[in-house]
C-alpha cells in the first residue's frame, strides 16, 4: 500500500468532492453555454474547477494553477441565475459559505510558483453532456516533471467500459510510487500493472467518441496495419481511457486531431499519462517523442497520443508509420 504524501491525500479528497458535484448535475437535464472554438462548458465545469482550487491553494499556497477555465467566461457565458446554481454547488463541495467574489478568485488562480498544479474540472466536457463518459483529472508537475496523477471517472467500470455505471473509479500515481484505482466510493485502493499483451495477441485499442477529437478513419487504417489478427475498439470520453491501458484493461490508447494546427491542452493528457507510465507503460507522441508538458497550457511540440502496455508500442508506431505522412 502507498504511503500517502499530503498532496495526494488533499487532491484525491478535492477530486472526491468535485466529482460529487458533476454526479449531482449530470443526473439533470444540463444546458451548455459555448466557449470560444465551440468547446461547450456546464455550471459543473465551474463548480469543479472552483472546489478543487480552493482545496490545493488552501493547503499549498505556494504552488500555481492551471485550469481549464476561467473567471471571465463564468462572468461572460452564464446568466445570474446559472451563477447562483454554482456558487450552491460550491457551498455543497466545500460544506462552507463562499461569497461569489470568493469563488471568483478559485477561477483566476495564482500563476506563478514552483510547482504547477494541472486541473481539468470536467475532461469530456461533450460526453458528459450526452450522458456518456467523463472524468476529472489533478496533475502536479514541477521542475522533475509530472509528480502526481488522478483521474476521477464518475460512471466508469473497470470490467465494462462500453457501459455507465452509478459506481465510478478513482486512478491515481505518484511519481516512483507506482499507480492505484479505488472505487470512487471508498475500500482499499489496488495496485495497477499494464497488461503483458504482444502485437500478435488479442489487442483492445481505445480512442474518443467525438470526430473533431480524433481522426477516425486514420485510427482504423493504423488499428488495420497491426500485426494481431484479432483487434477490437472502445471508443470512451475522457482520460479513463489512460486509467484502463494502466489497468491492463485496454492496450493501448491512441488519438489524432484532424485540425492538424490544434495542439493538445496539458489538462488532458498530464494525469493520465503518470498513470500509465507508472502502471509500466508508455506514452509518447505519434513520432515516439515523449509528451513535453513543460511549454505552458498546450504541448507545443507534440501531435497525436500513444498511450500503451510498452509492449506494443513500437508496433504502433510502425503502424502510425505507415499510415501517416
Ligand atoms: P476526448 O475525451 O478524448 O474526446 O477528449 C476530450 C478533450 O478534447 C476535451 O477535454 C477538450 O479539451 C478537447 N477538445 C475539445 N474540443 C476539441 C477540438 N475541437 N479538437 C480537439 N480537442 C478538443
Ligand atoms: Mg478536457
Redesign the pocket.
Known sequence: MLSQPPELVTALDAARRAAKICTAVYATLVEAANKS???PVTIADYASQAVITARLTSAFPRDSLIG?EHAEDFERLLTHEQRVRVLDFVRMGLARPISESELKTHLRPPTTGARHWIV?P??????FLAKRS?AIAIALQDDLGLQLGILACPNLALDSPRTQTSSGILFYAVRGAGAYWQPLAGSEAQKMQVAPTRPDEPLLIA????S???DQALFERIVAHLPSPDKQTLM????G?YGLVAAGRVTSFL?L???PT?R??I??HAAGTLIVQEAGGTVTDFDGKPLDFSQGRRLEHNRGIVASNGVIHNALLEAIAKVVH
Open positions: 472554438g465551440r468547446e481549464e481539468d470536467i475532461d469530456g466536457t461533450k460526453g467523463y480512442t474518443s467518441v467525438e473533431e477529437h480524433n470512451l470520453d475522457g482520460q481511457k488519438r486531431v484532424p485540425d490544434y493538445e491542452k489538462w488532458d
